[in-house]
């Protein structure tokens, strides 16, 4: 069974920055980082392919920079220069596009940025 373990989260001030890690049991064509604020929508935040294209929300753009390690199935999200508006839920997501084919989630890390 896949499985994605999510760890960094925590809480900074605004300005200040957080790495998350999720490292997968696993290879995945798609590795990303997905956010949900309550009663909205899953977003996303920035995905990354096997072969190191990244993909930004514009929200995110030239704060945040994802990196993943193929051999370890682990990608990173840095994140700088955090606002209070990047205070929410971030979730890993893997995506397989082979058989077996995969589309699957972390259970979530807590961000808060404090003013």
């Known amino acids: 069974q896949v499985q994605l373990v999510e760890s960094g989260g925590g809480l900074v001030q605004a300005g200040g920055s957080l790495r998350l890690s999720c490292a997968a049991s696993g290879s995945f064509n798609v590795m990303g980082w ?57 979730y890993c997501n893997a995506k397989r596009f082979t058989v077996p084919v995969y589309n699957t989630w972390g259970q979530g890390t807590q961000v808060t940025v404090s003013s």
Not at 53 to 59: I, K, P, Q
Not at 66 to 83: F, G, P
Request: charged share 25%.
């Open 34 to 90: 997905y956010r949900q604020v309550p009663g909205k929508q899953r977003e996303l935040v920035a995905t990354i392919t096997s072969g190191g294209s990244a993909n930004y929300a514009d929200s995110v753009k030239g704060r945040f920079t994802i990196s993943r390690d193929n051999a370890k199935n682990t990608v990173w999200l840095q994140m700088n220069s955090l606002k209070p508006e990047d205070t929410v839920v971030y």
